[in-house]
């Protein structure tokens, strides 16, 4: 039998049917890898978006680190146990910066841990914030107590200088007061025969006579009367023995000196010098003294 020759239609459907055949699986290909990358675009995509989440976050959380590290460098306090505590905080903080600092992709559990050390940390600081604050208020109270007391002691003191000095004021007037006063004071040379002589050579001794005041205040009893005879060139008349009597804290020499029995009234009495060679013409003066007091003064002339 004899074959019959495939008319050019049928090669024609042929050749087309495997052309479209090759588009849609090109087409199908195509639209697959497009998917693909559209995929893999989107993922990067949201790599990048949580990896820039995560820096910022990671930047947060260091700036939150810095700032609550500063909030803890203003709290003060006197108390040394608080202030090693409030160092050993400080050195958590520090530590924690280092450490974040180092990281260069902190994922999210890492994150997590930090923002929940970060609230024990504020949590810590708020308590220590409360302890400072009682502790300042704890102290103001005291300052003012101390204040108080001092100002008090000080009101005390004043007062107990201003009655001490009263009583010294006083003290001193009723010393002054009790002082004997001399009055009436005469002195005159006189001769070896007990005459009136006021003339160098011829006077053999110096009588002073005087009258001791009435006094209520002063104590009644004995008492020693001393003078001090001066002469015109200020050198003082001694006493045989050379002895001397305390007045304002100084040993001082004196001429002669008497005892008497004081009642505290008015009592007349003479003491007398005796004549040792050393008068001079001129002016001299004679000024008396009890109980380390002055009491009375005066002058007169040999010629």
Same mark, same amino acid.
């Given at each position: 039998? /004899?074959?019959?020759?495939?008319?050019? &239609?049928? %090669?024609?459907?042929?050749?087309?049917?495997?052309?479209? &055949?090759?588009?849609?699986?090109?087409?199908? &290909?195509?639209?697959?890898?497009?998917?693909?990358?559209?995929?893999?675009?989107?993922?990067?995509?949201?790599?990048?978006?949580?990896?820039?989440?995560?820096? /910022?976050?990671?930047? %947060?959380?260091?700036? #939150?680190?810095?700032?609550?590290?500063?909030?803890?460098? /203003?709290?003060?306090?006197?108390?040394?146990?608080?202030? @090693?505590?409030?160092?050993?905080? %400080?050195?958590?903080?520090?530590?924690?910066?280092?450490? +974040?600092?180092? $990281?260069?992709?902190?994922?999210?559990?890492?994150? &997590?841990?930090?923002? %929940?050390?970060?609230?024990?940390?504020? #949590?810590?600081?708020? @308590?220590?914030?409360?302890? $400072?604050? @009682?502790?300042?208020?704890?102290?103001?109270?005291?300052?003012?107590?101390?204040?108080?007391?001092?100002?008090?002691?000080?009101?005390?003191? /004043?007062?107990?200088?201003?009655?001490?000095?009263? !009583?010294?004021?006083?003290?001193?007037?009723?010393?002054?007061?009790?002082?004997?006063?001399?009055?009436?004071?005469?002195?005159?040379?006189?001769?070896?025969?007990?005459?009136?002589?006021?003339?160098?050579?011829? !006077?053999?001794? +110096?009588?002073?006579?005087?009258?001791?005041?009435?006094? !209520?205040?002063?104590?009644?009893?004995?008492?020693?009367?001393?003078?001090?005879?001066?002469?015109?060139?200020?050198?003082?008349?001694?006493?045989?023995?050379?002895?001397?009597?305390?007045?304002?804290?100084?040993?001082?020499?004196?001429?002669?000196?008497?005892?008497?029995?004081?009642?505290?009234?008015?009592?007349?009495?003479? $003491?007398?010098? !005796?004549?040792?060679?050393?008068?001079?013409?001129?002016?001299?003066?004679?000024?008396?003294?009890?109980?380390?007091?002055?009491?009375?003064?005066? @002058?007169?002339?040999?010629?």
């Amino acid at each position: 039998m /004899t074959e019959q020759p495939v008319s050019s &239609s049928g %090669k024609n459907k042929k050749s087309d049917l495997l052309y479209f &055949s090759v588009i849609i699986i090109l087409l199908l &290909s195509n639209g697959f890898f497009a998917y693909k990358f559209f995929t893999m675009r989107k993922d990067k995509v949201h790599v990048e978006v949580e990896l820039k989440e995560k820096d /910022t976050e990671k930047e %947060k959380i260091q700036n #939150e680190l810095e700032t609550l590290l500063a909030d803890y460098n /203003t709290l003060q306090t006197d108390n040394k146990q608080i202030s @090693s505590e409030l160092e050993a905080e %400080k050195e958590r903080i520090i530590t924690m910066l280092e450490e +974040i600092k180092q $990281i260069k992709s902190a994922n999210y559990y890492q994150i &997590s841990q930090y923002k %929940k050390e970060m609230g024990t940390l504020r #949590e810590i600081m708020r @308590s220590y914030i409360i302890q $400072i604050d @009682s502790l300042n208020t704890r102290n103001l109270l005291l300052a003012e107590e101390n204040y108080k007391v001092k100002q008090d002691y000080h009101t005390i003191k /004043t007062e107990k200088d201003e009655i001490e000095q009263k !009583a010294e004021t006083l003290s001193t007037k009723v010393s002054l007061a009790e002082t004997l006063r001399a009055m009436n004071i005469t002195v005159i040379g006189l001769n070896d025969k007990g005459k009136e002589n006021n003339k160098t050579k011829k !006077a053999d001794k +110096i009588k002073v006579c005087f009258t001791l005041a009435e006094n !209520a205040i002063a104590k009644p009893g004995n008492r020693i009367i001393y003078i001090r005879i001066s002469r015109p060139d200020k050198l003082v008349l001694t006493n045989p023995e050379n002895d001397m009597f305390s007045y304002e804290g100084e040993n001082i020499m004196y001429s002669a000196r008497r005892e008497i029995d004081y009642q505290n009234q008015d009592i007349d009495m003479c $003491i007398y010098w !005796a004549n040792n060679g050393m008068l001079l013409s001129g002016v001299y003066k004679v000024d008396l003294y009890s109980d380390g007091r002055f009491i009375g003064s005066a @002058s007169f002339a040999l010629k």
